[in-house]
């Protein structure tokens, strides 16, 4: 009995050598990690270099051994940067902006995307190709067009250029959502709808109250990615918004950028400025930071949804 | 009004559309037909109405005369060119091994997504023009390359391995949303795949090459689209011309912007096609709607 005990502990325990942890998945997962944490390191870096020049007294940013060991927490920095963005006024007003063009995607693109995918039309292929046109054509290409379709509309100067596309499905990578919400409707099965249409419903209300809603993983993709490429969209505002006091925020930050490097003078940055202070790179990585922040937190708060999102939103079916 | 059921069917569906072919009537296709007319004219005195048709003189300017725009056409072309493989390898290579159970999989998932908050362009730019990408790097480079090693090989070698360092730093920073796409591919594979070649006695090299890959082709070539079209529209010096040339000069240059413009975007209209019809073979077909 115990001899035969004991020959089936030693068979079901092997010995912990060292061939074991070699061969064996142990060090792979090691490596692996090793390998994940480095990767993150790089990705972080930006976000940490930012953070930490941004604290930086003029002091320690002549000092080139100063690193990342500062000599304390220079906080003027972002004292200064607050007061050149305007932050409070302008990160309202970037934020209703941003706001109202990613509202405009979500539903015009959903509403878009939902006929492409359900209905069969003449002329659909065409469309459908306009539609990758869409995203192909660059916007220099169309600049020029574009913005004299705007100032004979008189739209010049005010936020609507930005925000009027978007309504319609149009404007940034307004295509691709599109696209993303056709890809999720496809691999909705029908028979939700048609239980609704034999329930009376007719084909807009079956939109907004059984696709829209069961499109959950597909809005909050678009939503993320509107969002932050709206916040961080730099090309189209600095086109049409002409007021430096109508800037949004990170319209704001070239100028601080190139006081930072010498050119341009002062003036050209804020109005509000006071001329006696230092501007160095701290500084401008001090507003660059508080441009980044609310979407920060929003990405922070929205990430899970996000991912999970992705994964769900099919738009890796055919 | 009496109408069959498929061209009810067919009306909505229009109704639907409705609003989008709109505005991209009027916000894309228009634009594009007068840009088009305007590369191939002249004006005068900056009227608009008063447009001559002088063929491809514009054209011919962008590419013999015009000292600028062909070296930065052709730096925005290599540069994509040389990341785009790079991003889609990295951009896999991230998302199979957080697609693994490995513990803090949640925050692994967001980290990679972190530097498309910062923006594609003009953050960007400045970040690089402090050589960040050099210092992340550096810890890096200190451990592969020793700087006693560095003396053995030479300058030259150094120079590329560094170059090659930094450039994959920013390769990293660009793959957020390739990762995420890449992602969503890996989690669509049905396991039974794997499960069943493992008990046929694969290994994890050939189930990827074998099973991964292709039934992640449909992805692989969404990512190459995006990121062909990412990597050529956003901000670099190329597109600040033209900008500079729209708006900026004066007298404005409209017609030789446009000129500039269309070259772009046919560029892109044909690396997209021959993209497409090199992998379109390889894209694998099957859909595994039984899920």
Known sequence: MTKIHSLARKKSCPKRTLMYFINGKRITRLLMYLFLLDLVFVFLYPFLYMLITSVKSPEDIMDVTVHWLVNGIHGQNYTLSWNVLDYPTRLVRTFMVVTLCTLGHLIACSFVGYGFARYNFRGKKLLFLLLLLSIIVPPQTIITPVYMIFSNAHMTGTYLPLILPTWFGLGLKGGLFIFIFRQFYLSLPRSLEEASSIDGCGPISTFFRIALPSSRSSIMVCLVLSLVWHWNDYFEPTIYITQQKDYLLPMMLPGLYNLMNGAGTVTDVAASVDLNLIYTEAVAMAATTLVIIPVFILYMFLQKQFIEGVERSGITGE | ?291
């Open chain 2, 1 to 291: 009004m009496k109408m069959t059921f498929s061209s009810r069917r067919r009306m909505t569906g229009y109704i639907f559309i409705f609003p989008w072919v709109i505005g991209a009537l009027i916000l894309l296709v228009l634009p594009l037909a007068f840009s088009l007319i305007l590369s191939v004219s002249t004006m005068k005195n900056m009227d608009f109405t008063k447009l001559s048709f002088v063929g491809l003189d514009n054209y011919k300017k962008a590419f013999m005369l015009d000292v600028e725009f062909l070296p930065k056409f052709l730096d925005a072309v290599s540069n994509t060119l040389i990341n785009t493989p790079m991003i889609l390898v990295v951009s896999l290579i991230i998302a199979i091994m957080i697609s693994r159970k490995i513990r803090f999989r949640g925050f692994f998932r967001s980290v990679f997504f972190l530097p498309v908050l910062l923006g594609t362009g003009f953050v960007m730019q400045q970040i690089l023009g402090q050589n960040v990408d050099q210092q992340a790097m550096e810890g890096a480079r200190g451990i592969l390359l020793p700087p006693e090693l560095q003396a053995y090989i030479g300058p030259d070698i150094t120079g590329y391995v560094f170059g090659f360092f930094n450039r994959i730093t920013v390769v990293m920073w660009k793959s957020g949303v390739q990762v995420v796409i890449a992602l969503a591919g890996i989690q669509m594979v049905s396991p039974a795949l794997y499960e069943s070649s493992r008990v046929d006695g694969a290994t994890e090299w050939e189930m990827f090459w074998k099973i991964t890959l292709p039934m992640m082709s449909p992805i692989l070539l969404l990512n190459t689209v995006y990121t062909i079209i990412a990597s050529l529209t956003e901000n670099s010096p190329i597109v600040d011309y033209i900008i500079d040339k729209t708006f900026h000069t004066t007298p404005n240059q409209y017609e030789y912007a446009s000129a500039m413009g269309w070259i772009y975007f046919i560029f892109i209209l044909l690396l997209v096609l021959l993209v497409f019809l090199v992998m379109r073979p390889f894209v694998n077909r099957v859909t595994d709607n039984s899920l």
